[in-house]
């Protein structure tokens, strides 16, 4: 996660990666579609697949998505057919379209669930839960508590929270949505940003722009041995970023979560990411995890946790 503040009392940005270590090849990803995946038409509907576009770069992202997650389904609210604006076979034309995009890009939908009711208290209507438990009866493995829903409206938020899922909210139409919000897990701009935080932090330094306090909390970046240097790689190159946008004066929160990045290791890599970024920092507070998660000597794997305040110079 990265958390950034304008003041430091007030969070302004939040993005959480989907690499991060709870999450592995049993997690369902549910998504919506339009103002997700393509734009929306103001109050009105896609009627047919040449209405139908593309964010920039979604069917790479969905491609991108598929590395981490055991299936990615749709679940998508279509009045439109039940105000007979389109049919059944316009919608299936337009998803036709869509999954040969993605499935060009690499990427793989498992299933797509729509609702065409026209009354909002339908149980297959976000935010009501039906589509999600549609999707459970098709897919029993599905555990709702390893499911993400990433949607551009509350409904959307909603339906995830229903059905006992995490929640992505995009600010795609709706940038003006209150966040933090109980409903909303994290909070992006588009899908591919959500997928590739790196390539955030690294176009917001392009930017100029600075904040008084980053916060980070990347993923573990391995979990063998054997991929070591892929872990100080990654975590070098995450807090580097996080030091580009801080403002002289300004603090960095960072951590780590794994055993196999023991405490000098990681502090040497954040020292390492702070000359690279030319900048100077002060110690104000490092710690390991708390007395109910204890350390026991001679047990590597106890010690796990490392977290750190430096202040940027």
């Not at 980053?214 to 996080?242: H, W």
Request: proline share 6%; glycine share 6%; aromatic share 12%.
């Amino acid at each position: 996660m990265v958390i950034l503040f304008a003041n430091w009392w007030k969070p302004i940005y939040s993005l959480k990666m989907f690499s991060l270590e709870p999450i592995d090849a049993d997690w369902t990803l549910f998504l919506d579609r339009d103002g997700v995946l393509n734009h929306e038409k103001k109050e009105d509907y896609i009627r047919n697949a040449s209405e139908f576009h593309f964010y920039e770069r979604v069917p790479e992202a969905v491609a991108l998505l598929n590395r981490f997650f055991k299936r990615i389904v749709i679940a998508t609210n279509q009045k439109g057919i039940g105000k007979a604006l389109m049919t059944a076979d316009d919608l299936y034309a337009i998803h036709q379209y869509m999954l040969q995009e993605i499935e060009k890009a690499g990427g793989k939908i498992s299933h797509i669930y729509y609702c065409p009711d026209l009354a909002d208290d339908s149980p297959n209507r976000k935010p009501q839960p039906g589509m999600a438990f549609q999707a459970k009866a098709d897919f029993p493995d599905i555990d709702f508590s390893k499911c993400i829903m990433v949607g551009n409206r509350m409904s959307d938020m909603k339906f995830g929270r229903n059905a006992g899922m995490h929640t992505v909210f995009l600010a795609t139409t709706h940038p003006e949505t209150p966040f933090p919000d109980p409903m909303i897990d994290a909070r992006f701009n588009s899908l591919f940003e959500c997928v590739n935080a790196f390539d955030v932090l690294k176009q917001w330094g392009k930017e100029g722009r600075q904040y008084d306090v980053v916060m980070l909390d990347p993923p573990s970046f391995t979990k063998t041995r054997d991929n070591i240097q892929k872990a100080i790689t990654g975590y070098k190159e995450i807090n580097l970023r996080g030091i580009k946008l801080i403002r002289p004066g300004g603090f960095l929160v960072t951590s780590s979560c794994t055993d196999l990045v023991p405490p000098d290791m990681f502090l040497n890599t954040i020292q390492m990411a702070a000359r690279d970024a030319r900048r100077n920092i002060r110690q104000v507070c490092f710690q390991a995890q708390s007395s109910d998660h204890p350390i026991v000597w001679g047990w590597d794997n106890t010690q796990y946790l490392k977290f750190l305040i430096v202040q940027v110079q």
